[in-house]
């Protein structure tokens, strides 16, 4: 019995840890970006950790948050219109996502859990999101390039 309670706890403190040691990540669905650029994400692209939270804030109202492309097994998300959504990334790869208000205007991001396991695919995806944008298509490449 005493092992069995030992092992318990052992499990707890380890769970507690995990949980500890993730972080909170902010994007911003923004009118205006600090670069000037019009209908962005701020940071638009992000390289965080297994287990980190996103929180994508509505600081302009008209706004939302849909992951277009995201890694084998991992939970896809659609927020609404003009509220936060918070998204925990618990699978390793590359997730794309976008405001489908404003996805032909380029608003559009890319996140980066640990590795890049499905980068090629995250590739196809994204020439896939970018074919109709009337503007900011370039964004996407230029977000997929920082993956490390």
Known sequence: MRKIISGL?????????VSANAAEHVIKMLDTGEDGNIMVFEPAFVKVNKGDTIKFVSTDIGHNNISRHTPEGA???KGEVSHDITV???KEGVY???????KFLGMVGVIQVGEAKNLAEAK???D???AGMAMGADRMNEYLSKIK
């Open 124 to 126: 196809a995806a994204a």
């Open 75 to 77: 939970k896809s998300w």
């Open 96 to 102: 794309l996502y976008e405001c489908d208000l404003h």
């Open 128 to 130: 896939k999101l970018t």
């Open 9 to 17: 706890a052992l499990s707890s403190a380890m769970m507690l840890t």
């Open 88 to 90: 925990t990334v618990d």
